[in-house]
């Protein structure tokens, strides 16, 4: 009896419009999740605010929606308290880049043991289409009018700069191959990221569905090696007619999680630990 994609099913109302990226995106991760044996109690989906952020609305694993822009904080607490939960950390571009681009940094330099993916519409989508970190340059939104007025950052150049254990970009509309990064990254330990791009329809009508199938292609199918970080940097340098996706850098050094940093080999999750309160009031004496 293997976990079924069903079991992750939930009966709940869905207000993303038709031909959003996201749709895609959620019947992959939950393929992905089945496809490992992880059965919904041992997963962790923690979101942010916007269309992405509304992901773990939609299927049935443990959830917790949290602030704009604060996915990462809330995934490291998490994390350090149950390191036996499995941990995917999800939010859009703004999410991740604007508000939380902070946290981000900090994630990667961490070496949190989670696997983040950030779906990429390079506009903010909820908020009726305003300019993203993403965003191309010249792109028109309702708050650049005469377009985007400086260049769109490429946040896969921006983890391989924080050396992150794992970066991949993957596209909505490249199933399998978004199916088996998803699953890699899950079984990676330490911070994996996901650059996934994909359209929204209703509020970016240049980056269409259309406009990325032209222009994606696969690095690892061209022959690129994930286990070379200057090789990584080359091959995402890359971006305007073709745009690369694939496995860009797979750390093949294994090196310590957070947790691990923090707590050494850790036997029992902290949440299950005895508390072992330690009696301060000598010490606050000696300083007054
Ligand atoms: C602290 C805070 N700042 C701003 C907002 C307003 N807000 C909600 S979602 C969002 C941006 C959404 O864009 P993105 O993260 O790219 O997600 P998408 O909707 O495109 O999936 C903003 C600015 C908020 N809810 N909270
Ligand atoms: S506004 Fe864009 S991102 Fe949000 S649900 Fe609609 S198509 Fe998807
Ligand atoms: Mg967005």
Redesign the pocket.
């Known amino acids: 009896m293997g976990v079924k994609v069903e079991d992750f099913d939930l009966d709940r109302e869905n207000t993303w419009c038709p031909g959003c990226g996201n749709f895609a995106i959620l019947d992959t991760v939950k393929k992905s999740l089945a496809n490992l044996g992880l059965p919904p109690n041992e997963v962790m989906v923690v979101s ?6 509304k992901m773990p609305g939609h299927f049935r694993v443990n959830t917790f929606n949290v ?3 604060r996915v990462l904080p809330a995934a490291t607490g998490i994390s350090l308290a149950n390191h036996e939960l499995k941990i995917l950390a999800i ?5 991740g880049l604007a ?1 939380g681009g902070n946290h981000l940094i900090h994630a990667a330099r961490r070496n949190i043991n989670v696997t983040y993916m950030m ?1 990429n ?1 390079m ?5 009726k289409g305003q300019v ?1 970190p993403t965003s191309d340059e010249g792109l028109k939104t309702p708050t650049t009018p005469g377009g985007n007025p400086v260049a769109g950052l490429n946040p896969v150049l921006m983890l391989l700069g924080l050396k992150a254990s794992f970066v991949a970009r993957s596209f909505s509309g490249s199933k399998e191959q978004l199916g088996s990064i998803i699953e890699r990254a899950i079984q990676k330990p330490g911070f994996a990221f996901i650059d996934i791009l994909q359209p ?1 329809p209703s509020f970016n009508k240049v980056n269409t569905h259309g406009w990325f199938k032209k222009r994606v292609f696969d690095i690892n199918e061209e022959g690129h090696k994930p286990d070379n970080l200057c090789e990584a940097f080359q091959a995402a340098m890359e971006w305007g007619e073709r745009i690369p996706t694939g496995i860009f850098y797979d750390e093949p050094e294994a090196r310590p999680v957070f947790n691990e940093v923090l707590f050494g080999s850790q036997e029992q999750p902290l949440l299950e630990a005895e508390l072992n309160p330690l009696d301060i009031k000598e010490m606050i004496k000696e300083h007054l």
């Open positions: 942010g605010i916007g269309q992405a952020g602030l704009h822009g939010g859009g571009d703004g999410d508000e779906h519409n506009v903010y989508g909820l908020t993203s929204c």
